[in-house]
């Protein structure tokens, strides 16, 4: 882990990643503690226990926990943010962490949290936050992800969609950011009281702003591609149900090759009970039709 954290610092969207996945495993452990004592200053070490604790304050809030319970949780998380913040310049980590944190006050209790948005089409919200990530990393994947969740879990889809239009069209060409109105779309739909599956997929099939943005979203895919990138597997799976839903089968299959063998649990468990059968359903049409 140590030699990971190494050579993943050059590269902020790496670093931002690969601290994600080490502190969700890490959470389930006690390396840290281990590693803590072997090699109290060990580079890294204080953005994992960032990682850890904020982690620790998501997992809490899904529980039926006692709200002081999980403002023990969050005081904590946020002391390890700031900690980390003050030990590694530089460090995008500690801000992203404080703005997962924001989606949990409700209230919007802390002053950080109702900052006014540069565009006055925008409401008020984490943008300070939001802002300090993107002085590291203009373009980090994690940060908008995060800025999206902070308006979703308060079932504000109209700011979400204005924050995605309003930022979007300067992302780069290629960009895994161009996926996020998928998320959105999923999260919409989710939400609609839709009387069965049947009628979820008839809102793809039916609204052409849909079917237009996947087309975009799939333009932007194969961009990367050919520049020799990679998107995330939750994108690819995203993008991968998107065509689907959409019955552009064929254009599925080549999402669902790029991926294989991997594939993402989203967003097909957000869209049935039967999320494998969903799956498998997609894959053998798109498979069938190439």
Same mark, same amino acid.
């Given at each position: 882990?140590?030699?990971?954290?190494?050579?993943?610092?050059?590269?902020? &969207? =790496?670093?931002?990643?690969?601290?994600?996945?080490?502190?969700?495993?890490?959470?389930?452990?006690?390396?840290?503690?281990?590693?803590?004592? &072997?090699? +109290?200053?060990?580079?890294?070490?204080?953005?994992?226990?960032?990682?850890?604790?904020?982690?620790?304050?998501?997992? @809490? %809030?899904?529980?039926?926990?006692? #709200?002081?319970? *999980?403002?023990?949780?969050?005081?904590?998380?946020?002391?390890?943010?700031?900690? @980390? $913040?003050?030990?590694?310049?530089?460090?995008?980590?500690?801000?992203?962490?404080?703005?997962?944190?924001?989606?949990?006050?409700?209230? =919007?209790?802390?002053?950080?949290?109702?900052?006014?948005?540069?565009? #006055?089409?925008?409401?008020?919200?984490?943008?300070? =936050?939001? &802002?300090?990530?993107?002085?590291? /990393?203009?373009?980090?994947?994690?940060?908008?992800?995060?800025?999206?969740?902070?308006?979703?879990?308060?079932?504000?889809?109209?700011?979400?969609?204005?924050?995605?239009?309003?930022?979007?069209?300067?992302?780069? $060409?290629?960009?895994?950011?161009? %996926?996020?109105?998928?998320?959105?779309?999923?999260?919409?739909?989710?939400?609609?009281?839709?009387?069965?599956?049947? $009628?979820?997929?008839?809102?793809?099939?039916?609204?052409?702003?849909?079917?237009?943005?996947?087309?975009?979203?799939?333009?932007?895919?194969?961009?990367?591609?050919?520049?020799?990138?990679?998107?995330?597997?939750?994108?690819?799976?995203? *993008?991968?149900? @998107?065509?689907?839903?959409?019955?552009?089968?064929?254009?599925? %299959?080549?999402?669902?090759? %790029?991926?294989? +063998?991997?594939?993402?649990?989203?967003?097909?468990?957000?869209?049935? /009970?039967?999320?494998?059968?969903?799956?498998? /359903?997609?894959?053998? #049409? $798109?498979?069938?039709?190439?």
């Amino acid at each position: 882990m140590r030699g990971l954290l190494h050579r993943s610092w050059s590269d902020r &969207e =790496l670093w931002t990643s690969r601290t994600q996945v080490l502190g969700a495993v890490a959470t389930r452990l006690n390396v840290l503690d281990i590693w803590e004592r &072997e090699e +109290p200053d060990a580079f890294g070490l204080t953005t994992l226990r960032s990682r850890v604790a904020v982690e620790a304050a998501l997992l @809490a %809030a899904q529980q039926p926990a006692a #709200k002081q319970e *999980l403002g023990q949780y969050v005081e904590s998380a946020r002391e390890w943010c700031w900690q @980390a $913040a003050s030990v590694l310049a530089g460090d995008p980590v500690p801000w992203l962490g404080l703005l997962a944190l924001a989606q949990l006050d409700s209230e =919007l209790a802390r002053r950080e949290h109702r900052v006014l948005a540069g565009d #006055k089409l925008l409401p008020a919200g984490p943008w300070g =936050l939001f &802002e300090q990530v993107r002085r590291t /990393d203009p373009w980090n994947r994690e940060a908008f992800h995060r800025m999206l969740r902070f308006w979703l879990v308060r079932g504000a889809i109209g700011p979400a969609s204005s924050f995605l239009s309003g930022y979007l069209r300067d992302a780069p $060409a290629g960009s895994a950011l161009h %996926a996020l109105p998928l998320y959105l779309h999923v999260e919409r739909y989710r939400r609609a009281e839709a009387g069965s599956e049947a $009628a979820a997929y008839m809102q793809w099939t039916n609204d052409e702003q849909v079917r237009l943005t996947v087309q975009r979203v799939l333009a932007h895919w194969r961009a990367a591609r050919g520049a020799g990138a990679r998107w995330p597997v939750a994108d690819e799976s995203h *993008l991968a149900h @998107a065509l689907s839903a959409t019955r552009r089968h064929q254009d599925a %299959a080549e999402v669902f090759t %790029a991926m294989h +063998p991997f594939v993402s649990g989203e967003p097909w468990a957000s869209l049935s /009970d039967d999320p494998n059968r969903l799956l498998h /359903d997609s894959v053998r #049409k $798109a498979f069938a039709a190439r």
